[in-house]
């Protein structure tokens, strides 16, 4: 069961799906999950508006891989300070699958593409955003 | 030769309105400015006009009423050639004789930049499918993530780029260093004395890769064109410029999900204007191309097969190929990066004024008879080759 992190800025809401509810809802036990077609085992990415018919919510172990990512220097908003890493992910079971997520507990110039991470859960209201931190 | 409507039409006439930052200008007045240009610069009158297009705040009624304007067609709005929609559906609407001369502007100040359908926009003169709705709203996911801007968005993609094929950031700054150098034979450009490599490495960091003189420079300005049936060609007073082909995009995989990432909607662009047209990139002999970011430009340069994959770093290195005096003339009127950002039309206007052979000191030499111009990044792409 992947932890908990506490917020320190307040973060817009997720949008929610049906591809994506249990991605936003598995943090409240600790667990990744997404989507993958019963029939055909393939994985459904949380941020495509495909059907999710015949699909069940499978738990992954949370690890991933950092595919690309930016440290974001100026200040959009008056409450979130910079820098800090917005990134894609891969999930180690579902490379292909990309997660837009921040990489948190590391210093900005230590992350490198293809880094292993892990993830962890920052609760967003009655949801649980992924974030990931190096996995060493 | 492939035939295709937007071969029916030309751009007859160009208009550029005073630029500057935070001018106090009125969107109005700039658009009006611009207008009266193109339409005098193609030998007409107001009365002449029968068609319309824009995208963004200045609405069309305005324009209507002002220069008292009667138009059959009116257009614009957000379609699958991006930026440069509003344009593409004039080329489709004088090619398919919907109108004979369509008055097309767009319009941008600093603090605007949205790509609002214009209010009265003619919902009929849409020819293209519908977007998907979940084309470039994936931005939304980004959101939660504090990723709320596009350097964060695009700046991944360059990230991305660098470590698949070597690209330096150094290589970026070539590009805006050379864009620099031409805004300074443009009086219009906002941002027209020489910097160097150094100063562009020491700019404060925006997103990384991209520092401050990565992204462009918002103004006030405005730029219009007239497109007319190609029939016209004969009486124009000015050299017509030829529509050869058109390329856009759907914008399917948004801003992270295409499975080529870190490509861009632009290789759909570049394809479907290929797919139109008997020339190759090797006829293309300049180039406008988009520069909200300098990556963008790097995109676009892959994209159009004006360099290999990857290689458009190396291909914009020490800025020789681009330059004026290059093989491959690169926004030749300091791009958004130095002479400001109008949204993808500045460089429409500088290519027709090219390949009019028009553009005064900053003139390229060499034969400039095939120009390509291209706008947009991430999903949104439209791009068009020109020629005289």
Redesign the interface.
């Known amino acids: 069961m992947a932890r908990e992190v506490t917020p320190t800025?307040p973060?817009?809401?997720?949008?929610v799906t049906p591809a994506n509810f249990h991605y936003w809802t598995g943090g409240a036990s600790g667990e990744l999950r997404i989507l993958r077609n019963k029939r055909t085992n393939a994985w459904i990415?949380?941020?495509?508006?495909d059907s999710v018919e015949g699909a069940e919510p499978v738990t992954l172990s949370g690890k991933a891989t950092v595919?690309?990512?930016?440290?974001?220097?100026?200040k959009?908003?008056p409450d979130?300070q910079p820098p800090?890493v917005?990134?894609?992910v891969e999930l180690v079971e579902a490379p292909?699958i990309?997660l837009?997520?921040?990489i948190v507990n590391c210093a900005t110039d230590a992350i490198e593409?293809?880094m292993p991470v892990r993830v962890v859960f920052e609760p967003?209201g009655e949801y649980f955003?992924p974030l990931f931190e190096p996995d060493m | 030769m492939i035939d295709t409507p937007e071969k029916r039409s030309i751009i007859s006439g160009i208009g550029l309105s005073r630029t500057g930052r935070k001018t106090g200008i009125s969107s109005l007045e700039l658009t009006l400015e611009s207008s009266r240009q193109a339409i005098a610069d193609a030998g007409l009158t107001p009365a002449d006009i029968d068609g319309i297009a824009t995208m963004g705040e200045t609405p069309l009624q305005d324009v209507i009423a002002a220069l008292e304007l009667e138009p059959g067609y009116r257009g614009g709005g957000f379609d699958t050639g991006g930026l440069l929609s509003p344009v593409i559906s004039a080329f489709f609407a004088a090619g398919a004789g919907k109108a004979r001369h369509i008055l097309v502007y767009r319009t941008v100040q600093m603090m605007g930049g949205s790509v609002l359908p214009p209010r009265n926009a003619d919902s009929s003169a849409a020819e293209a499918p519908p977007r998907r709705d979940n084309a470039m709203t994936d931005m939304r996911y980004l959101l939660p993530y504090h990723g709320y801007a596009a350097p964060n968005w695009l700046g991944m993609h360059c990230q991305r780029h660098m470590h698949l094929y070597g690209t330096k950031k150094e290589q970026l700054g070539w590009l805006a260093v050379n864009s620099r150098r031409n805004a300074g034979l443009n009086p219009g450009a906002v941002y027209r004395d020489p910097f160097t490599l150094d100063d562009y490495m020491n700019a404060r960091m925006i997103s990384t890769p991209f520092g401050l003189l990565d992204c462009d420079v918002p103004i006030d300005g405005s730029v219009a064109v007239v497109v007319s049936t190609a029939d016209y060609a004969k009486d124009c007073p000015r050299a017509p410029i030829y529509v050869e082909s058109i390329g856009g995009s759907n914008g399917d995989g948004g801003w992270f999900r295409r499975a080529d990432y870190p490509k861009m909607a632009s290789v759909d662009a570049a394809a479907e204007l290929w797919g139109r047209t008997d020339l190759k990139p090797k006829n293309i002999d300049f180039a406008q191309l988009y520069d909200g970011f300098t990556f963008l430009t790097f995109a676009w340069l892959e994209a159009l097969g004006i360099c290999g994959e990857g290689e458009a770093g190396p291909f914009v290195d020490r800025a020789t190929r681009i330059a004026l005096e290059g093989e491959m003339p690169l926004n030749t009127y300091g791009g958004q990066l130095s002479a400001g950002r109008m949204h993808g039309y500045w460089i429409l206007h500088e290519a027709c004024l090219q390949l009019r052979r028009e553009a005064g000191p900053r003139q390229i030499r060499k034969a400039a008879n095939v120009a390509v111009v291209a706008a947009g990044g991430g999903p949104i792409a439209g791009c068009m080759l020109l020629r005289v």
């Open positions: 800025a973060r817009v809401a997720p949008a990415s949380p941020f495509e508006d595919y690309t990512f930016t440290v974001n220097y100026q959009y908003h979130v800090y917005v990134a894609l292909g990309r837009p997520t921040n593409i293809g967003c955003l």
